[in-house]
């Protein structure tokens, strides 16, 4: 299985780049999978990555687009919860990308 | 043939019962469907004629089941053996190309349920293995948590707690002794908690007693959608289980369409039984509750409203009145789009579609059909749409084609302009 290194260990991910042990996350490892994914962690990302970190601890759920725009606009404001700005910061979408950043699993939708 | 093929071939003849036998004898080719379902009319490509998808079970059941195949097989006459390559490659229009809307089916001049007979159909796929990753995904989250999203209870009460803090009201959890079970779908639970409370206030004012349980929280059902016969059958069970252990009168089905179909219309089937409780829509309950005076409209919005018609609840579920005169009695500037009602356009999400990112394309090629009724009206602020899965199928869609319009509930709409005391 393919791995990241992170100083000198390696973590595990899957075929998509997602971590499959959820314990092993770091924010060294977070930076780690943030430059395989080409993007330059600012404070805004940051936010983001910290919002999804506990947003999992509270509801054990890795969430999808619409509903991660939602909790973060009720929780950080139309400003940042809005597609465009989430988009300009994970331009490979908001949800998959910070999620797999922030060391949780792939976002499932509702059916 | 390979195992899968196998596999897929006998579910797709053992599915084949004398209905789906006269469906498949009766289609005489005349291309009404195509013209009906909302991927054609977007691609104009004929590989996404209605019928056309059920080919690998036509041919299946032509070869092994159809009058007369002993005769025809001796003159060369019936199809070859179904492969593995062919059930894959219609794999994207049995799944990507229908959101089993019944449009097709309302059209057919045979009476053919062609929407139903896909349904079928993704019983031998899903026995295969055959189906889209995100559907695959959701399954697994449903087997661990009930639901397809991975909500847990603790996710729920949560929700709950959230919800009782900012309308300052009771929201009962786990309560026998009631008359109505709320049951809700992922996407509410986490995209629309409001509507929780909004229930609490509505269902207070009405004087009405309600749970939410820990043990069956969750509506919708991967099974009916993935075409998993046993699965959709335990799903809908947990429902009836918790709703006859707390010995409710009713089991509220939420805003989303095929949850109502999978409960109200494919639930007794799939059990063997009739139930104990009744089965009945949240707009249905709220329609009652206003006709018998105990939830009184307010003031009503004046935003400039329309409404879209969610396929499984009004074309497969018949609730066609119901939300209009809700709808009337809480918005003074409502208007209908051209093609309102029974055969209106799908959104082109449903059935699964919504959760198959691998249909993303073809979904928003046909959401534009839908975005250019709510533009030809005129001048509309807000879309009110009683089903949380084209909600969101919605906003991807105004997104996509930067379109401002807001998008809301009907429950939530009816909470808001409920008449304050």
Same mark, same amino acid.
Not at chain 2, 36 to 59: G, M, R
Not at chain 2, 175 to 183: K, P, R, S, W
Not at chain 2, 305 to 317: E, F, K, S, Y
Not at chain 2, 341 to 366: D, T
């Given at each position: 299985?393919?791995?990241?290194?992170?100083?000198?260990?390696?973590?595990?991910?899957?075929?998509?780049? /997602?971590?499959?042990?959820?314990?092993?996350?770091?924010?060294?490892?977070?930076?780690?999978?943030?430059?395989?994914?080409?993007?330059?962690?600012? %404070?805004?990302?940051?936010?983001?990555?910290?919002?999804?970190?506990? /947003?999992?601890?509270? /509801?054990? @759920?890795?969430? #999808?687009?619409?509903?991660? @725009?939602?909790?973060?606009?009720?929780?950080?404001?139309?400003?940042?919860?809005?597609?465009?700005?989430?988009?300009?910061?994970? *331009?490979?979408?908001?949800?998959?990308?910070?999620?797999?950043?922030?060391?949780?699993?792939?976002? +499932?939708? =509702?059916? | 043939? +390979?195992?899968?093929?196998?596999?897929?071939?006998?579910?797709?003849?053992?599915?084949?019962?004398?209905?789906?036998?006269?469906?498949?004898?009766?289609?005489?080719?005349?291309?009404?469907?195509?013209?009906?379902?909302?991927?054609?009319?977007? &691609?104009?490509?004929?590989?996404?004629?209605?019928?056309?998808?059920?080919?690998?079970?036509?041919?299946?059941?032509?070869?092994?089941?159809?009058?007369?195949?002993?005769?025809?097989?001796?003159?060369?006459?019936?199809?070859?053996?179904?492969?593995? %390559?062919?059930?894959?490659?219609?794999?994207?229009?049995?799944? %990507?190309? =229908?959101?089993?809307?019944?449009?097709?089916?309302?059209?057919?001049?045979?009476?053919?349920?062609?929407?139903? &007979?896909?349904?079928?159909? !993704?019983?031998?796929?899903?026995?295969?293995?055959?189906?889209?990753?995100?559907?695959?995904?959701?399954?697994?989250?449903?087997?661990?948590? $009930?639901?397809?999203?991975?909500?847990?209870?603790?996710?729920?009460?949560?929700?709950?707690?959230?919800?009782?803090?900012?309308?300052?009201?009771?929201?009962?959890?786990?309560?026998?002794?009631? %008359?109505?079970? #709320?049951?809700?779908? $992922?996407?509410?639970?986490?995209? $629309?908690?409001?509507?929780?409370?909004?229930?609490?206030?509505?269902?207070?004012?009405?004087?009405?007693?309600?749970?939410? $349980?820990?043990?069956?929280?969750?509506?919708?059902?991967?099974?009916?959608?993935?075409?998993?016969?046993?699965?959709? !059958?335990?799903?809908?069970?947990?429902?009836?289980?918790?709703?006859?252990?707390?010995?409710?009168?009713?089991?509220?089905?939420?805003?989303?369409?095929?949850?109502?179909?999978?409960?109200?219309?494919?639930? *007794?089937?799939?059990?063997? !039984?009739?139930?104990?409780?009744?089965?009945?829509?949240?707009?249905?309950?709220?329609?009652?509750?206003?006709?018998?005076?105990?939830?009184?409209?307010?003031?009503?919005?004046?935003?400039?409203? &329309?409404?879209?018609?969610?396929?499984?609840?009004?074309?497969?579920?018949?609730?066609?009145?119901?939300? !209009?005169?809700?709808?009337?009695?809480?918005?003074?500037?409502?208007?209908?789009?051209?093609?309102?009602?029974?055969?209106?356009? =799908?959104?082109?999400?449903?059935?699964?579609?919504?959760?198959?990112?691998?249909?993303?394309?073809?979904?928003?090629?046909?959401?534009?059909?839908?975005?250019?009724?709510?533009?030809?009206?005129?001048?509309?602020?807000?879309?009110?749409?009683?089903?949380?899965?084209?909600?969101?199928?919605?906003?991807?869609?105004?997104?996509?084609?930067?379109?401002?319009?807001?998008?809301?509930?009907?429950?939530?709409?009816?909470?808001? &302009?409920?008449?304050?005391?």
């Amino acid at each position: 299985m393919a791995s990241y290194d992170v100083n000198g260990t390696a973590v595990e991910h899957d075929e998509e780049g /997602y971590i499959t042990n959820l314990s092993d996350w770091s924010k060294d490892l977070a930076q780690v999978i943030a430059d395989a994914e080409n993007i330059q962690m600012t %404070d805004e990302h940051w936010a983001v990555v910290n919002f999804l970190r506990e /947003y999992y601890d509270e /509801y054990q @759920i890795a969430p #999808a687009v619409r509903v991660l @725009i939602k909790a973060i606009k009720k929780s950080m404001g139309p400003d940042v919860g809005n597609n465009k700005y989430m988009y300009e910061l994970f *331009p490979y979408g908001p949800a998959k990308q910070a999620c797999k950043i922030a060391g949780l699993p792939k976002p +499932t939708g =509702c059916v | 043939m +390979t195992e899968a093929a196998t596999t897929a071939v006998n579910t797709l003849l053992a599915q084949t019962d004398s209905d789906i036998a006269s469906y498949l004898e009766a289609c005489v080719h005349c291309g009404e469907c195509a013209e009906a379902c909302h991927f054609y009319q977007a &691609t104009k490509d004929p590989k996404h004629t209605p019928t056309y998808k059920l080919q690998p079970l036509v041919k299946a059941y032509k070869r092994h089941k159809a009058p007369l195949r002993g005769v025809l097989s001796i003159l060369g006459l019936t199809p070859p053996e179904v492969t593995e %390559d062919e059930l894959r490659e219609w794999e994207p229009l049995v799944y %990507d190309s =229908c959101t089993m809307c019944g449009r097709c089916t309302l059209v057919c001049p045979m009476g053919i349920d062609i929407a139903g &007979t896909i349904r079928k159909m !993704r019983e031998g796929y899903a026995a295969a293995g055959i189906v889209p990753e995100g559907l695959t995904r959701a399954r697994e989250n449903v087997e661990r948590t $009930s639901s397809p999203m991975g909500v847990t209870a603790k996710a729920l009460l949560a929700q709950v707690k959230r919800q009782k803090a900012e309308t300052g009201l009771e929201i009962p959890v786990d309560q026998d002794g009631v %008359d109505y079970l #709320a049951i809700f779908s $992922s996407h509410e639970i986490m995209a $629309s908690p409001e509507i929780i409370g909004g229930y609490a206030k509505i269902f207070k004012k009405a004087g009405v007693t309600w749970t939410l $349980s820990t043990a069956a929280y969750e509506a919708t059902n991967v099974g009916v959608q993935i075409g998993f016969g046993p699965l959709a !059958r335990d799903l809908v069970k947990r429902i009836v289980d918790e709703a006859e252990r707390l010995g409710v009168k009713y089991v509220i089905a939420p805003e989303c369409g095929h949850a109502y179909g999978a409960i109200r219309w494919a639930g *007794p089937n799939l059990i063997g !039984r009739p139930f104990k409780f009744e089965v009945i829509h949240i707009v249905e309950l709220l329609d009652k509750l206003r006709r018998e005076g105990k939830i009184p409209p307010g003031k009503k919005d004046s935003r400039k409203m &329309t409404l879209h018609d969610p396929c499984q609840l009004i074309r497969r579920g018949g609730v066609l009145k119901e939300p !209009r005169r809700l709808l009337s009695d809480s918005a003074s500037n409502f208007v209908e789009m051209k093609g309102a009602g029974i055969a209106n356009l =799908c959104c082109g999400g449903g059935g699964g579609v919504s959760a198959n990112e691998r249909a993303e394309e073809l979904r928003l090629k046909a959401f534009e059909q839908k975005l250019k009724q709510i533009d030809d009206i005129g001048d509309i602020e807000t879309i009110v749409i009683p089903c949380a899965n084209c909600r969101g199928v919605f906003e991807d869609g105004l997104d996509e084609y930067e379109s401002d319009y807001e998008v809301i509930g009907l429950g939530e709409l009816v909470a808001e &302009t409920l008449r304050e005391d």
